[in-house]
């Protein structure tokens, strides 16, 4: 499930900016709540093809997850717009962009294991989903930092889509 190019607007359009990233934030929710519905769906019998839909769901995230990226931190991204209209908030927006760095490395590390279970290996079902329940707690907490960078930059809330 490829989701659609958010267009990323320039600088002098924050609004364009609040836009994508409410698209943008929408699609990573969509991917989380696929991700948590296969963690939490019966492993027991069946161990390659849950492997195999959580392969599925873990690379439609790290998909998702590239677009944010891409519309928070790319050339005319959001944080570049956050940080020329308020430059008191360039340590929220370094830590996010740490935490872009750190859970791209959880995906890869994740994408290599199942990966590797689908490849033949033995997939190990109560340490994949401890490790991918740590990893989602982790994003859902870097989304609500983010929703605040906003409304500290902004006054806009948003909010916690549906």
């Known amino acids: 499930m490829a989701e659609q190019p958010v267009e990323i607007p320039g600088s002098d ?17 969509r991917a989380l709540a696929e991700l948590e519905d296969t963690l939490a769906s019966p492993a027991a019998g069946r161990e390659r093809t849950w492997s195999a839909r959580l392969l599925d769901a873990v690379r439609h995230l790290s998909e998702v997850f590239d677009l944010h990226v891409a519309v928070t931190e790319g050339p005319d991204g959001l944080h570049e717009d956050i940080l020329d209209t308020a430059p008191r ?44 329940t740590l990893l989602l707690g982790r994003l859902v907490r870097h989304r609500q930092r983010g929703a605040e960078l906003i409304y500290e930059a902004y006054a806009v809330d948003i909010g916690g889509e549906s």
């Open 13 to 29: 359009d924050t609004g364009g900016h609040l836009d994508a990233v409410r698209g943008q934030r929408l699609s990573l929710r």
């Open 89 to 132: 908030l360039a340590n929220g927006v370094r830590r996010l962009k740490a935490e872009h760095a750190q859970i791209r490395m959880a995906l890869n590390a994740e994408l290599l294991r199942l990966g590797a279970a689908a490849e033949g290996g033995s997939p190990e079902v109560e340490q994949e989903r401890g490790r991918l």
